[in-house]
């Protein structure tokens, strides 16, 4: 799979990065149940699309700044 996302799913993880600012961080599994948490979405599919893009966002952005990801 490549990394190349539709607009729909970058838009829909954008708003949840703007709205819930403080609650997603750099894994996954915790980034799909809070997505679950914050949505209605059904498809698992998209639910685990668009909490990829958010881990993604997180870590590029981690890494920018600097931060070590710590494996635990």
């Known amino acids: ?3 190349v996302k539709p607009s729909y799913i970058k838009n829909f993880a954008m708003d949840l990065l703007k709205t819930y600012e403080g609650s997603f961080g ?3 599994e915790q980034n799909k149940l809070k997505v679950s ?6 498809n698992k599919t ?7 893009y ?3 966002v997180l870590r590029h952005k ?3 700044r600097g931060e ?4 635990v």
Do not use: H, L, P
């Open 54 to 56: 958010i881990t993604r």
């Open 26 to 28: 750099q894994d996954f």
């Open 37 to 42: 948490e914050y949505t209605d979405i059904k």
């Open 1 to 3: 799979m490549g990394s």
């Open 62 to 64: 981690g890494a920018r």
């Open 68 to 71: 070590v990801e710590v494996d």
């Open 46 to 52: 998209i639910r685990n699309r668009v909490a990829g």
